[in-house]
């Protein structure tokens, strides 16, 4: 049995994935932004263990879910799937002054990874978008060129590739990799995406506790349990070296098994 942290668990593919692996018998963690939908979580998925609270949007609740996340135990794998999708009309700001786009969707990443006890498995969620998203890292927080929600979403997903495969670089103990997964019919997706969303958390799942071989390998990005090309940017190393400076300088908190190297 394996312990598994689930960040954005409430609803979507995260909940699929932490209903999946609470079935196959695994100890799951959930995680949801408020009480309603912690309420809303254990409901669906009550076979978890516990659920810790938190609203990825602020520095401040990104600390307090790793703290929350840590005292529950050390965990085998932690899934990143927390997420707000492209439909954002205006660029919104959070209560440390960050875009809301980018502070959930690449920054919490980072700073959990920094700050949860090291798993032996790490699954970020990326998206097909990321091929469409830019590498620059001038204006990461859209202050200087008008909003556009789709580039911006596209640009964090491919930080969050980029970031699964500066962790697999800098830490070879642990199986760091992203998914894919598909264009499905999620809060985010929308209505009439043509995927399956089972295939997309059944891929972070089995990434997390399996034992196939082809599941035991760091610095990948999967698509349906298969790996597939990534934008070049992805393997970057100057890129993943300028992202990890930047989320430093962000939250105050460097990897320290990165700066070590």
């Known amino acids: 049995?394996?312990?598994?942290?689930?960040t954005g668990s409430a609803d979507g593919l995260g909940l699929i994935a932490a209903r999946l692996l609470a079935d196959q018998g695994h100890e799951v963690v959930l995680h949801a932004r408020n009480e309603r939908r912690a309420a809303d979580a254990f409901a669906a998925v009550p076979r978890a263990s516990a659920v810790v609270?938190?609203?990825?949007?602020?520095?401040a609740e990104m600390r307090a879910v790793a703290k929350d996340a840590n005292a529950t135990g050390a965990f085998d794998a932690v899934i990143h799937n927390a997420a707000v999708g492209?439909?954002?009309q205006r660029r919104l700001i959070t209560r440390d002054g960050l875009c809301h786009l980018f502070a959930i969707n690449v920054l919490a990443p980072y700073l959990l990874t920094v700050l949860i006890e090291l798993p032996r498995r790490l699954i970020y969620l990326s998206s097909g978008l990321h091929r469409s998203g830019n590498p620059s890292l001038d204006d990461l927080q859209w202050a200087q060129r008008p909003w556009h929600a789709m580039q911006a979403y596209s640009d964090s997903k491919l930080f969050d590739a980029v970031l699964a495969a500066a962790v697999a670089r800098y830490q070879p103990a642990?199986?760091?990799n992203a998914v894919e997964p598909g264009w499905v019919a999620t809060k985010m997706g929308g209505p009439n995406a043509p995927d399956d969303p089972t295939l997309g958390a059944?891929?972070?799942?089995?990434?997390?506790v399996s034992d196939d071989p082809e599941a035991l390998v760091s610095g990948g990005y999967f698509f349906h349990q298969r790996l597939r090309e990534t934008s070049p940017a992805v393997h970057d190393h100057q890129l993943q070296d300028g992202l990890l400076a930047y989320c430093a300088a962000a939250t105050g908190e460097a990897l320290p098994?990165?700066?070590r190297n």
């Open 1 to 6: 049995m394996a312990r598994v942290f689930v």
């Open 53 to 59: 609270i938190g609203d990825l949007s602020t520095i």
């Open 86 to 88: 492209y439909r954002e």
């Open 174 to 176: 642990v199986c760091s």
């Open 202 to 208: 059944t891929t972070q799942a089995w990434l997390a």
């Open 257 to 259: 098994w990165a700066e």
